[in-house]
């Protein structure tokens, strides 16, 4: 008998396959469209690199549409004009000075593993990861890790990242000029469920009740008498 090949099918050389035939004949026009013209998305979305947040699942997105910057826990770090490797810094510079981007999202979700390892620490091993994970200190709270205590760092720790993004002279300048606004965004993934940061209220508000798309915080914001608040 000829020997028989027992080894599992290939399941992701599958999918690349059925993306060529199925899906890429049907948008081949907008992808020759993005190559002949460029790119020219108007959102710089910064999403945790969890599996279960998939951007253009939630915005409804398709090629071209989404600069996406994913690492562990969304995180944004500080601008201090050095010259160290941060290739989420990096995407921001680029995103804000050759796209000209409209909005920057930043994006965290339920059950983050990063809020929870900050919590619960991570292995000896993982040198990196415990350093990047210093840049939730300031969103974590003083008490034991419960189910309130992460919901509320989730919460916390994007809006600290827009605060950090504030901190980037090009993105403030921008902001100020009224050319590019700051969405955070909470995604609740076990209700399908998105929540967005509304300034004014200082709270995530559920994007079925939400007036906007979540904007802030950045100084200064005008209230609708006009008066600045500081």
């Known amino acids: 008998m000829p020997p028989t090949d027992a080894s599992p099918p290939d399941e992701l050389l599958q999918r690349l396959r059925r993306f060529q035939s199925d899906y890429f004949p049907l948008h081949q ?6 190559v002949a013209q460029g790119q ?4 710089l979305f910064i999403g945790c690199s969890d ?5 253009h699942l939630l915005t409804g997105a398709g090629p071209g549409e989404l600069f996406l910057v994913r690492n562990v826990g969304a995180l944004v770090p500080p601008y201090d004009g050095s010259r160290g490797l941060h290739g989420t810094m990096a995407a921001v510079e680029y995103a804000v000075l050759s796209l000209q981007v409209e909005r920057i999202i ?14 619960e620490g991570v292995p000896d091993e993982a040198r990196a990861l415990s350093s990047w994970l210093e840049l939730l200190q300031e969103a974590q709270l003083p008490v034991q890790a ?14 600290l990242q827009l ?6 002279p090009m993105v403030r300048r921008e902001v100020e000029a009224g050319r590019l606004t700051l969405n955070g965004w909470h995604y609740v993934i076990e209700q399908g469920q998105v929540n967005v940061f509304d300034v004014k209220r200082g709270a995530f508000i559920p994007a ?7 904007t802030g915080p950045y100084h200064p914001y005008v209230e609708h008498d006009g008066q600045v608040l500081d």
Do not use: I, N, W
């Open 163 to 168: 605060e950090r993004l504030m901190d980037y």
């Open 40 to 43: 020219h998305p108007k959102t």
């Open 51 to 55: 599996s279960r947040l998939v951007p």
């Open 106 to 119: 930043v994006c965290g979700h339920s059950h983050c593993g990063a809020v929870r390892a900050a919590y």
């Open 208 to 214: 079925a009740e939400a007036s906007h798309s979540g």
């Open 29 to 34: 026009q907008r992808f020759q469209d993005l």
């Open 146 to 159: 419960c189910a309130e205590a992460l919901r509320r760092t989730e919460e916390r720790s994007v809006v």
